[in-house]
């Protein structure tokens, strides 16, 4: 089960069936869907919220979700890390929580869950990602050539970053 995690401004905290709406309802924001196509009510649930795979936590400012930072976990031995993501209501952005957000969960997984590298895929245009990405230590790794699918059905490429235990 997941814990609890506090960062210096936002807290993390695992995410329930009755945040579904909440994560909607940013997934319906056009500076978001840009990025998380095809987000209805019922794939929050699926992905979000059910996913057996998927640790998600909401991030949170006292009571009000902002957004949410989810994981993957590779678990095999020798080839052990783990994968992130995250989405922040557009009125939070600039401010820093998804930085913190990043930090915290990152923070999480190599000094609790015992990953050494932690990698992330931003579309290659999503500034905002990169640059949030970058400030905690990640680094560009290369392009990953039409990985991602977008909201018109397109394929778009993403930047492979990576961040390593000794980047933190």
Same mark, same amino acid.
């Given at each position: 089960?997941?814990? !609890?995690?506090?960062? =210096?401004?936002?807290?993390? !905290? ?13 997934? =319906? ?50 080839? !052990? ?18 930085? +913190? ?23 290659? +245009? ?22 991602? !699918? ?19």
């Amino acid at each position: 089960m997941a814990t !609890r995690l506090h960062g =210096a401004s936002v807290t993390l !905290r695992p995410a329930t069936p009755a945040d579904a709406e909440a994560l909607t309802k940013i997934l =319906a924001e056009p500076e978001v869907t840009q990025w998380w196509p095809r987000y209805d009510h019922a794939r929050v649930r699926d992905v979000l919220v059910d996913s057996p795979d998927t640790t998600v936590y909401v991030i949170a400012l006292d009571t009000e979700i902002i957004g949410s930072v989810q994981y993957v976990e590779e678990p095999a031995r020798d080839y !052990r890390h783990a994968s992130l993501d995250l989405f922040l209501d557009p009125d939070q952005h600039g401010k820093g929580y998804a930085t +913190d957000a990043v930090r915290t969960l990152v923070r999480h997984l190599i000094y609790d869950r015992s990953h050494h590298r932690i990698a992330v895929y931003p579309a290659v +245009d999503n500034d905002r990602a990169i640059k949030t990405f970058s400030r905690v230590g990640f680094r560009s790794v290369g392009i990953m050539r039409q990985y991602e !699918r977008t909201a018109d059905g397109t394929w778009q490429d993403c930047l492979l970053m990576d961040l390593l235990e000794h980047d933190l």
